[in-house]
């Protein structure tokens, strides 16, 4: 067990007596009310501006909007990241994500080569190669299927690679933000597939997109039999141009870019088909002369499909410091391609003692988890970790652990422990221990 | 068992050999390809023009919104049906809608004053009444409590009461759509009931909002202990203005206008407050006069808070008709106020035989939850109906059994079973039988 016992709360210790400590930080900027000054109307004070007047007519907006309060929650890019604005990568702002979900209007996209505006009515799917009987299917043809509705994460095999060398973006927007998880709607693959008729030789298939970067990857034949999906819908509405209106391929827990957006082709072949995006990209050399990794040097970590058990820390973070000392409920995500979630632990010291976290709300199959702690913050330094494990029982690693493994040249998977260093002002920077 | 063999697909039939089916179907809009016809280069001869420039920039709209093409998917007023614009309703569009979540700009709205704009920074919520400590909290203090997200339903109790006489409304928009489904989160209000303290002798609240309305609904206690909310987030982000931004109540399963929206003040009282929105509406006064229901004149449904089981099918109906004859899935949504959705049984011949449907996805309390059947339509006409039964054994009443045991006064509250009927030509209108 832990010995930070001082700023950890006991999870053995009466819930209701220690929520009751929340009051007393919130007393701290709440006003606790007289039992005089509540008038006889038995309205606070001062009625606020919008309760003395009608509001805006409903449906003003027959497609609703945030608030403008609202107007900062936002996607970002990282403009000296990617070389242009075309081929590049907007980030979740998962500071402000609130449950499991991410809303559609701030889901991260990574496009290869710009977004195209495509015609539904226009849009078709071509299934060929060593099948029976290729078939070219229209959009309602697809919604003839049967469907089934799936919440999972898509994480970028990019995500956190501009952390493998040390701290560069002090937000977790950009440490973590390549990731978005929504309800998607679509047809099971393999439904497709028993109507073509894949020939007994066919043991992979390539998927292509209908951007301009003909974006495609190499999928074995037993994922897509597996749980592979072809979607149209994402959380309850069409698919965003964003994620691939109005047709993309879903691999739940595979390199988000293996979920091939704009979904235009499937090709069934018998060898995978080594596209661009599989050789020269997404595959990490892993150490090319490094003498300390010797038994590296000119291998590669090649078709490297599964994104890994990885948990973070969205409160506190960087966008989200901490105000004045008090009792905290921590908040973070975690997520596993590999399955559920089975436990997340936390460490407030560098990685030294570990508490079991909180699972909060549903905990599904390649999903984004909720996990919380509360803690008792005096104004003492901490270094926040979060540790994922999966119910397949790996661990997510350290840093030292995944250098150790893979080097010091990859660009991607990195599901490295995150830290967060909290400062003495409440402040929050993204350090490495 | 039914009779309706030629129709309906036998659950027990082999799902693969079934399935094929939907190609003969679908081979009838879509292009089977000659093996001669796929090019060299293994592109379909029609690179379409999305494809061959390159795309708009990343995160050129940095809060994404729909395709343009998705332009007609929108919320929709019934002008005849509110005297003005400000109190007044907008529609989730059921059939367009996907999966278990309703997305954040179609999910329907109910706003007694018009829809205020509220600064969150300067938002308050008072508890105050029979407690130890009245207080005033900001966002920031609410913010600071363990949060929850959960998945639930919300239903106006007019929801369809615009067909207890009869149909008056041909698109399902208008039968069923006041109704929408989100992952919401916040804190449980037991938490602030606990900082607080609730005196003895306090057993209900008042709930009010900040709207010009001062929309206002008495709780009593047991529900605002159970699993009532205080909720900031809708489907990831913050509330949407329609749906109470900055903070609502949420009594899940419960009249939607319980979940009191722009919440501003809890006060906690012995009594129900008997305010205008849970007398002189929202409640049924039984029969006033009918002869035929003696028993029912002068009482009045009150109080009758738990929106109970309903089920309604999506596809086909009036905005979604079948285009020629062949295999289909009929597709549909359930929810009760109670829990989860047991069983979900569906006719085609108004009611007179049953099949059990199969349930999709997510099983949830007070959930939206999708099913779906496999029918074979050959031209002839259908009578089809859906009929939810909850984990707690209450089956939706027939509209008949409704009108016995309430009368024919009742404007609120209408589950009963719904039908459409499908035309010789594929159209679907709403009768009732």
């Not at 009466?14 to 038995?42: E, H, I, P, W």
């Not at 945030?66 to 990241?81: A, F, G, I, N, Q």
């Not at 009515?121 to 799936?150: A, N, W, Y």
């Not at 301009?212 to 749980?227: H, T």
């Amino acid at each position: 067990m832990s010995d930070n016992k001082s700023i950890v709360e006991d999870p053995n210790s009466a819930k209701a007596s220690s929520r009751r400590k929340f009051l007393g930080q919130a007393a701290a900027v709440s006003t606790v009310v007289a039992s005089g000054s509540v008038a006889a109307n038995n309205l606070p004070p001062n009625v606020p501006a919008w309760q003395k007047h009608l509001g805006k007519p409903v449906n003003s907006n027959p497609y609703g909007q945030p608030s403008k309060y609202e107007s900062d929650v936002r996607r970002l890019r990282v403009p000296w990241l990617t070389p242009d604005s075309i081929a590049s990568i907007s980030f979740t702002p998962l500071a402000e994500i609130k449950g499991m979900i991410s809303p559609n209007g701030l889901a991260f996209e990574r496009d290869h080569g710009g977004l195209p505006t495509i015609d539904p009515k226009q849009h078709r799917l071509m299934i060929h190669g060593l099948v029976d009987k290729p078939i070219i299917l229209t959009m309602e043809d697809i919604e003839r299927f049967p469907t089934v509705s799936r919440v999972h994460f898509i994480e970028c095999p990019a995500n956190s690679a501009m952390e493998w060398k040390g701290p560069q973006v002090g937000r977790l927007q950009f440490t973590h933000g390549m990731t978005n998880c929504c309800e998607w709607t679509g047809v099971p693959l393999k439904y497709i597939l028993e109507e073509v008729g894949v020939k007994p030789e066919g043991k992979w298939l390539l998927a292509e997109g209908a951007d301009s970067a003909s974006m495609s990857r190499s999928i074995p034949m037993e994922k897509a039999l597996d749980d592979t999906l072809v979607v149209f819908g994402q959380n309850g509405e069409a698919l965003r141009p964003e994620q691939g209106y109005p047709l993309r391929l879903l691999t739940p827990g595979w390199e988000g870019n293996t979920s091939i957006k704009w979904l235009r082709r499937i090709e069934i072949t018998a060898e995978p088909s080594y596209q661009r995006e599989e050789t020269s990209k997404y595959t990490d050399l892993l150490n090319p002369q490094d003498p300390e990794h010797k038994d590296l040097i000119g291998k590669a970590y090649l078709f490297s499909w599964i994104m890994e058990a990885k948990a973070i820390i969205t409160f506190p973070c960087p966008e989200k410091p901490l105000k004045g000392h008090g009792k905290y409920v921590m908040n973070g995500l975690a997520w596993t391609g590999t399955g559920k979630i089975k436990h997340v632990d936390v460490s407030l010291d560098g990685g030294i003692n570990w508490q079991q976290a909180e699972l909060n709300g549903l905990v599904l199959d390649k999903c984004w988890t909720r996990f919380s702690l509360t803690f008792e913050w005096n104004g003492e330094e901490i270094l926040l970790q979060s540790r994922a494990t999966g119910e397949d029982g790996y661990v997510q690693p350290t840093l030292k652990q995944l250098r150790k493994a893979r080097g010091v040249a990859s660009i991607y998977h990195n599901n490295a422990i995150h830290t967060w260093k909290i400062n003495k002002n409440g402040e929050v920077e993204s350090v490495q221990v």
